[in-house]
């Protein structure tokens, strides 16, 4: 590559870094009606209070649980839950 099409083009990220991905789940308190489908198929990330509405507690997910987590807010009949990915290297 000639110099001039290197100083123009931007520099790329080294490929060789392995990079982390983490999953973190949310839910729209306004949103979420309290059906509890969330809880029931992911039950390892989010609890009910005791009107019957999710907490989640803000962690990353486990990559084991990612998948589930794409169901569990697929299949809200609200739309309540948000599943946001970051990506960052390690």
């Not at 803000?58 to 599943?83: E, M, S």
Request: charged share 25%; net charge positive.
């Amino acid at each position: 590559m000639c110099a001039l099409a290197q100083a123009l083009l931007p520099a790329l990220p080294p490929t060789d870094r392995p990079v982390k991905t983490t999953v973190r789940i949310s839910i729209d308190p306004v949103a979420c009606d309290a059906y509890g489908y969330c809880a029931e198929l992911l039950p390892e990330a989010i609890v009910l209070d005791e009107w019957g509405y999710p907490i989640v507690d803000g962690r990353p997910l486990p990559a084991d649980l990612v998948a589930i987590a794409k169901r569990a807010a697929r299949d809200c009949p609200r739309r309540a839950i948000t599943l946001t990915q970051k990506k960052s290297a390690r």
